[in-house]
């Protein structure tokens, strides 16, 4: 069973920053999700244990950075430049290291990002 806690969620103005953090209770492989109102969820970014491989949305490539802190079982994702087609609420996942499904989500943490 593993717990995850998101943080870091707000508002924010449109060109504006913000770090979102997701607390692990275990060693996974991670990765950040987000789900605007009437859509689908879909996939932003991913990183593994080690973190030399990561994976972004073409989207949000080259505005959002995904890292980690083992040490502290911690993913962040810093959101730069964004835009009000951000907005969503963002959630983070995690899936057994080697790969598989993702089995374990967060609560969410809101971002809006107004014009």
């Known amino acids: 069973q593993v717990q995850l806690v998101e943080s870091g969620g707000g508002l924010v103005q449109a060109g504006g920053s913000l770090r979102l953090s997701c607390a692990a209770s275990?060693?996974?492989?991670m990765g950040w999700f987000r789900q605007a109102p009437g859509k689908e969820r879909e996939f932003v970014a991913a990183?593994?244990?080690?973190?030399?491989?990561?994976y972004y949305a073409d989207s949000v490539k080259g505005r959002f950075t995904i890292s980690r802190d083992n040490a502290k079982n911690t993913v962040y994702l810093q959101m730069n430049s964004l835009k009000p087609e951000d907005t969503a609420v963002y959630c983070c996942?995690?899936?057994?290291?080697?790969?598989?499904?993702?089995?374990?989500w967060g609560q969410g943490t809101q971002v809006t990002v107004s014009s």
């Open positions: 275990a060693r996974t492989f």
């Open positions: 990183i593994d244990w080690s973190g030399d491989s990561k």
């Open positions: 996942a995690a899936r057994p290291i080697g790969g598989g499904d993702y089995l374990y």
